[in-house]
């Protein structure tokens, strides 16, 4: 994609946020008016969630064994390659050791979906859904998962790694457990590595950049970098940045006009310009790593199977987790889709969606789902139990389990509001990287406009 091409201006509809992040298309998207549906959204959820009471005493039950037969649907959005082959093989695997439960998998796209059927009284007992859940929790269509915890040995706080902990946590209430777990990293060609006499992975942003320059060729395209605010927030974490001025939790306002965001994006801005950076989506930049055409891509774990398969043995793929800042450490964040429970069922549906997702977050489940799919282990459990010979040739794996352990992971905001500001920094950054606008310019609009949504935000 030519430079001219990235340098117009975006704004993207949080109802298709998911597929704008995966497609960053600056000349055709959509206008800022569109990114003001969640209100009404909401307004539709709340008018609908006081027709759902059937499941309310659900949250506040202890759980109890399913005694008679009882089947429930599952949302998720996994439609295929690896990872939709895993979904199906433990489902089958669950259902056939649980007979007293069938779990009946319904491939849609959830996130978009599920506010209109909670509006219409017509939900799934269960749904994988992104992490733009707040409007789900404000108005009040979800079941709380924190009294089934309560009776878990194995999904603890002390065994929930905290980034996945606090992911769907307000208030206390845990609304959504995460069902996928990735972090952001980035591959390489060791090949390549070895031919510029680049022996060991960059730690640091300033050592990624040197380790640029000595791989630019006429033929070598340094660094691919995938185009969305999840994969630029890990170096403004980094650089001592936060997501929200109270942090990275809930809050009312955004954190950008600030010495960490002006740094990562004069960064950026200084790769792209000399060449040694490109911008494109996650499909193109594996292709062009496996062609041998690109040095370094910028993904998460769950690509890296696909990556693998792009590359077909021809080199031999390593991966290292996002460098560290000006802080010293490194900084990541946990994306993925969530299980959530929305109310309008019979105690005993719910209790069978929990017990499915216990299940699913146990050792032996988190061990197929992470090496078949390279999705990062969610426990510390989980962790433990990859094979080291299987983490020793899945470099991807290895380094989002890193991540996954360190204590500068953290999930996005669950606010309401916060798809909006992610969309706004996707915009503000590629003017800025570009040169489309100033930096300075750019960051000041992110910080008005992002204080313009999150002003709007309701508590939850």
């Known amino acids: 994609m030519q430079a001219s091409q990235r340098a117009k201006k975006s704004k993207v509809d949080p109802n298709s946020i998911q597929s704008s992040m995966a497609n960053w298309n600056f000349a055709k998207s959509k206008t800022r008016r569109n990114l003001l549906g969640s209100a009404a959204a909401a307004a539709i959820i709340l008018s609908a969630c006081g027709n759902s009471s059937a499941s309310a005493s659900t949250a506040t039950t202890k759980a109890a064994t399913t005694a008679a037969p009882v089947s429930f649907s599952l949302w998720e959005s996994h439609n295929g390659g690896p990872v939709g082959a895993a979904v199906t093989a433990l489902v089958d695997k669950f259902n056939a050791s649980h ?23 017509n939900p799934p007992t269960l749904a994988e859904i992104s992490h733009y859940d707040g409007t789900l929790v404000k108005g ?10 309560k009776g ?29 777990a990735k972090v ?9 590595f070895q031919a510029a006499g680049i022996t060991t992975a960059p730690t640091t942003w300033a050592q990624l950049a040197t380790d640029a320059a000595k791989l630019k060729s006429s033929t070598v395209i340094p660094i691919g970098w995938k185009d969305s605010s999840a994969h630029i927030l890990p170096a403004i974490l980094s650089n001592g940045g936060s997501m929200l001025a109270g942090g990275n939790a809930v809050g009312t306002s955004v954190n950008f006009n600030n010495a960490a965001t002006t740094s990562t994006f004069t960064y950026f801005k200084n790769l792209y310009s000399s060449g040694d950076l490109v911008f494109d989506h996650g499909t193109t930049l594996r292709q062009d790593l496996a062609s041998g055409h690109m040095a370094m891509i910028d993904g998460t774990s769950a690509g890296e199977q ?9 080199f031999k793929v390593g991966a290292f987790v996002e460098p560290a800042g000006s802080t010293g450490h490194a900084a990541n964040l946990v994306q993925g889709l969530g299980f959530v429970l929305p109310k309008g069922h019979s105690p005993a549906q719910d209790q069978a969606a929990w017990t499915f997702v216990s299940w699913w977050l146990q050792p032996a489940q988190q061990v197929y789902w992470d090496e078949n799919t390279g999705f990062a282990p969610e426990t510390q459990t989980g962790a433990s139990a990859l094979p080291a010979s299987f983490l020793s040739t899945h470099s991807g794996l290895a380094a989002s389990v890193k991540a996954m352990q ?12 916060y798809a909006q500001v992610q969309a706004e920094l996707d915009s503000a950054f590629q003017q800025a990287v ?21 002003s709007g935000a309701s508590a939850i």
Do not use: C
């Open 99 to 121: 007979p007293n439960i069938t779990v009946k998998v319904v491939v849609t796209k959830a996130s978009s979906k599920l506010p209109a059927a909670i509006a219409a009284g």
């Open 140 to 149: 009040g269509a979800l079941v709380s998962w924190n009294s089934y915890l």
């Open 152 to 180: 878990s040995s194995e999904l603890t706080q002390s065994n929930v790694f905290p980034s996945v902990w606090t992911n769907g946590l307000v208030q206390g209430q845990h609304y959504r457990i995460l069902a996928s």
């Open 184 to 192: 952001s990293e980035v591959f390489y060609n060791e090949t390549l």
């Open 306 to 314: 696909k990556l693998l398969d792009a590359v077909g043995g021809k």
């Open 406 to 417: 360190s204590p500068y992971t953290y999930g996005r905001p669950v606010s309401d509001r």
């Open 434 to 454: 570009t040169g489309g606008m100033t930096i300075s310019t750019a960051i000041s609009q992110l910080q008005s406009q992002g204080n313009s949504y999150m």
